[in-house]
């Protein structure tokens, strides 16, 4: 079975602009969630969405927003970029459900803003 | 709201000795707990999680964790580490209503030869 995949890998971006982050989850798996790795900050949670629902949400700004389609792929996106969105974003997916449900992770997309 | 906290942000062992990680929690109700593990450059890889039942959870790898709830801790242990174990290690809780997983600092893991 295929894992979580992310696109793009790496992408690099200028303060201001805005970019949309894309996750494949493993195939049969209705929850995905988001979060971003930082060296000052950890990971961070940033939202969960099951069936097309956003379940729940982080302590993120709304220039962080994202969505889920029919096919469970999710994409993150993020508007009028700051340096400190500079960060390794990880997505997970997991059956769902429950907390309980293990939550399988993506390679993640690492985001350079200059 | 759940949080974990990982004391240690950093320790180093000799390679064949054993490890043990802290993490210690916070949480209302009855947690999910887990431990995952995540190598430089990569997403993050389960070891173990506990949900109920013994409180002694064998993992991949030959980790196992123990969960004590008089202490809310779910300790991370290898009773022989190897040179590949270097890593950054991640203890983590969640509710059982919702996937809002909490994550600790980590802990970096270098295993000396």
């Known amino acids: 079975k295929a894992g979580v995949t992310q696109t793009p890998r790496y992408l690099i971006k200028t303060r201001g602009q805005q970019v949309t982050l894309s996750c494949s989850p493993i195939?049969?798996?209705?929850?995905v969630s988001w979060y971003q790795q930082t060296p000052g900050q950890g990971l961070q949670f940033l939202f969960e969405y099951f069936s097309e629902t956003q379940r729940n949400k982080g302590n993120f700004p709304g220039r962080f927003s994202g969505r889920q389609f029919s096919n469970s792929r999710s994409e993150m996106n993020v508007s009028t970029l700051e340096l400190g969105d500079s960060a390794l974003y990880l997505c997970?997916?997991?059956?769902?459900?429950?907390?309980?449900?293990?939550?399988?992770f993506g390679p993640g997309t690492r985001l350079t803003v200059l | 709201a759940q949080s974990v906290t990982q004391p240690d942000i950093h320790i180093t062992v000799s390679e064949g000795a054993s490890l043990e990680l802290r993490c210690n929690y916070s949480?209302?109700?009855?947690?999910?707990l887990f431990w995952y593990v995540q190598s430089p450059g990569q997403g993050l890889q389960l070891l173990l999680k506990y949900f109920s039942g013994d409180t002694l959870v064998q993992g991949i790898k030959g980790f196992e964790a123990e969960f004590k709830r008089s202490q809310s801790s779910f300790n991370l242990r290898k009773p022989s580490v190897h040179w590949s174990d270097a890593a950054e290690y991640f203890c983590a809780v969640a509710g059982y209503n919702n996937n809002d997983m909490r994550f600790g600092a980590g802990t970096r893991l270098t295993v000396k030869p």
């Open positions: 997970a997916s997991s059956l769902g459900g429950t907390g309980g449900n293990e939550q399988f």
């Open positions: 195939s049969g798996h209705r929850s």
């Open positions: 949480y209302g109700a009855t947690p999910y």
